[in-house]
């Protein structure tokens, strides 16, 4: 039988993931500005995505495409 606790860290992600909107797109190098403000990531992705694309990024690689309409909400805990 395993911990209930270590089951559910086992669900978290392993690298956290920021929400960016594409600055620059040279597939399959992209530049992208992190919302919250902590600058400029360079990314890699074999998808291809838009400039002005708002996506997830983790790990220096863009995960999905990001909902870009409504309010982003930064919680600590």
Do not use: W
Not at 47 to 68: Q, W
Request: hydrophobic fraction near 40%; aromatic fraction near 6%; charged fraction near 20%.
């Amino acid at each position: 039988m395993s911990n209930a606790l270590q089951r559910l860290i086992g669900l978290l992600p392993k690298a956290p993931e920021f929400i960016g909107t594409i600055t620059s797109e040279d597939h399959p190098n992209y530049k992208v500005l992190v919302i919250d403000g902590s600058g400029l990531v360079m990314c890699t992705s074999t998808t291809r995505y838009n400039l002005g694309a708002t996506v997830f990024i983790g790990d220096a690689e863009i995960k999905r495409l990001a909902p870009s309409s409504g309010e982003i909400i930064q919680i600590e805990v």
